[in-house]
């Protein structure tokens, strides 16, 4: 659940404080309240009242000792966010849950104009130890950082990679703005691939996915993640590919092996559902281009 309740509660100077919490992370793992009084100018009395506020709220964390000291929480984090891409007017108002995935939750939201766009929060540190691996991968030295921060660089990842793909013309959500943790892109109409049993012509639509494979390569990504759960069968039969937050490089070291898993993994899950027979080996040509 976002904290829209909480959100609509904060006032200016709540957001200022929250906001200084969140810039001294950066330094501290809790962050001394005399610290956030000073940098703010408000007094301490002041700023406790308003901190109490949002502990209650679960916005912040409070540590009494060895100093007292307060860091956001992801509920501080998405408010802040919130904040954002309401006061520059990217969305009014947020709907429904999409989906709660491993490492993200994603929700609907609305803009100005009331067209629906989807709202991805990145949430890293909530574990698995096999996305981890590859997402320490790319962030190499950046791994230490707290949550908050590797949840921002994933976010920044996965709209840096959205909006290279789909300048060369890949399938993707549109990317729209990406503040913080979130990723704004348009939202697509449809049903994940793995829930459709039926498919007027598998496989053109196996195709499809082989041409977006290799116009992303070819524009120097391998997804990394692909499978019947990261493609979008829209209403008129088209597909989307979702999920890009962990796509690497084409001269990555682990390239080949991650196109050679997505290929296998969508191969199988035709061959599985619709009984199509296959050659991998031919598949992977095509989408390498050679
Ligand atoms: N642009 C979009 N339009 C419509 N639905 C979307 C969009 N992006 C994400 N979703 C929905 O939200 C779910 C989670 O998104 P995504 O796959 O990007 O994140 P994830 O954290 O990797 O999730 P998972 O761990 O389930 O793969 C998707 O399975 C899909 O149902
Ligand atoms: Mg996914």
Same mark, same amino acid.
Request: aromatic share 12%; with cysteine.
């Given at each position: ?109 609305? @803009? /100005?104009?009331? =067209?629906? %766009? ?8 909530? *574990? !698995?130890?096999? #996305? &981890? ?100 069968? @829209? /209403?008129?039969? =088209?597909? %989307? ?8 490089? *084409? !001269?990555?070291? #682990? &390239? ?35």
């Amino acid at each position: 659940m976002l904290p829209i309740e909480a959100f609509k509660s904060l006032d200016a100077d709540d957001f200022h404080i929250l906001s200084i919490v969140e810039n001294r992370m950066k330094s501290f793992l809790y962050v001394p309240l005399d610290l956030i009084a000073s940098d703010s100018g408000f007094s301490r009395g002041f700023i406790l009242d308003s901190l109490k506020r949002m502990h209650d709220m679960g916005l912040v964390l409070y540590k009494r000792v060895p100093y007292e000291g307060y860091v956001l929480t992801y509920a501080g984090y998405d408010v802040l966010a919130m904040k954002y891409l309401v006061d520059f007017n990217y969305i009014v108002g947020v709907g429904g849950s999409l989906g709660v995935g491993k490492e993200s939750d994603v929700y609907m939201a609305f @803009t /100005p104009t009331e =067209e629906s %766009v989807v709202l991805k929060f990145h949430r890293l540190g909530v *574990v !698995n130890l096999q #996305s &981890a691996t590859r997402i320490r991968d790319y962030l190499a030295h950046k791994y230490e950082l707290p949550w908050i921060f590797r949840s921002k660089l994933s976010a920044e990842r996965e709209f840096k990679v959205l909006r290279d793909v789909f300048k060369a013309g890949v399938k993707v959500p549109i990317p729209i703005v990406q503040n913080r943790h979130v990723v704004v892109m348009s939202y697509v109409e449809g049903d994940l691939l793995y829930v459709c049993d039926y498919l007027p012509d598998p496989h053109k639509f196996f195709e499809m996915i082989l041409d977006e494979m290799r116009l992303s390569y070819n524009c120097g990504y391998v997804h990394g993640d692909l499978s019947e759960y990261n493609v979008i069968v @829209t /209403p008129d039969l =088209e597909c %989307v590919i979702i999920d890009w937050p962990q796509a690497v490089e *084409v !001269n990555h070291p #682990s &390239a080949m092996m991650l196109l050679e898993r997505d290929l296998r993994n969508i191969v199988d899950f035709f061959a599985r559902r619709f009984k199509l027979k296959l050659n991998f080996t031919d598949s992977l040509s095509y989408v390498l281009g050679v």
